[in-house]
């Protein structure tokens, strides 16, 4: 540890996720606060505010406290987030041109934003130049595109290459980027030479930058990818030094991709653990010669959301009952899409929040309200009996949920409620999409 915390901050920093207990103590006392949750409030997608501050706490007490931490805005764009964000001192990593837009309207400071779309306009280029914010060129063609641009414009920020070192890939292929073929960054088998001369040549080209996967990335494959980099940046340093020019890389940008458990009964990996591999695998990282950008998203967002949405209606079939819930694919696009990779546990909740755990128990589907049949979030689950309007608890949905919101059927996005300190204060985040809204997006 880095810096000195009290053991209650520790013990409450490892929690791994919120219990289903946690969840129904937190619905229950909601339910009984007027206006709160309205009658069209069909689902709910709730964020634990003081799990979500534990998270960013653990990650700055893991690291040596000159590690810059940006957060993948990806995972959860909410703009009353990103707000707590800023207020809790880390920067923001931003894939696109709006999350650049959101981050700074959100006032992050330049060195804060690191801009990482892997197709970036020129203008788009231009823009994060101008305002000085870091950028991680995706390709050879990138960092000659910003090359003409600096040409006749100066630019504080910090520029990157991303570097693809070609470890394999994770368990998880659509999220993992650091295969043979990616179409992330530059891969550094067939780039050795090119690489180092890119760097000799580009005098304002002084960090790198790597992203191995999100979720499905063991620690050690992380690891390796990392170390891949770095050994290669020692060797570009070397040879600058040798030719004597007094610019070395001096920033290394480790990207995120710690992943988290979905399963209450798996073992979690700690962001400590991650740290001390790190750190003993690649001591240089952290002796001093270079600056240390970390981009977590997952494993800060993802344990601090759930959604509980009301059961319609029950479908009773021979061989499984069918709950129908208010959201489906629009809201777990990858779970829906591809249930093989992706899991969230399920509780039930009577009508009032109390926690269903009688020992009764059916074959249960869970199905989305979405016009296609792929819009399950759960097949063949044994849970207890649920009936009409009993509430079913979606666990873990803080990171990459809404934040894939499908427009599919039009349905309104559900009203985001925090809460902190078990429930004690709750505030509403985001109010539910209005029909105008919806509306507006298709018009
Ligand atoms: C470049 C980059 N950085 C950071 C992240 C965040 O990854 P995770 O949310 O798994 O930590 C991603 C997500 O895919 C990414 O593409």
Redesign the pocket.
Known sequence: MHSTIGKTDIMENLKPFLTATEMSHVLKHALSIPNLINEDDTAIIWIDLTFLNNRIKQLKQAFPSSTTHTI?LK?NPLTSILHKMKALDVGI?V?SFPEMYMAMAAGFEPEKIIF?SPSKTVSEIGFALKNDIHLNADSFTELERIDEILKTNSSKSIIGLRINPQVGSGSIKT?SVAGEISKFGVPITSNRLQLKEAFAKYKWLNAVHV?IG??GCPVPLLIQGIKTVVDLVNEINDELNQQDVKRLISVVDI????PVTYYQDEKVVSIQHFYDQLQSAIPELFSGKFRVIT?????IHANSGWVSSRVELVKREKKCAIAMIHVGADLLLRECYNPQDWHHEISVTDTFGNLKNNSDKNNYMIAGPLCFSGDVIARDLQLPVIEENDFILIHDTG?YTFSMWSRYNSRQMPKVIGYSDNGAHFEILKERESLQDVANFWS
């Open positions: 993948a995972a990593e894939a990482d999220t992203h999100s979720q990207g995120g991709g710690l981009e977590f998203g997952r494993y990171a």
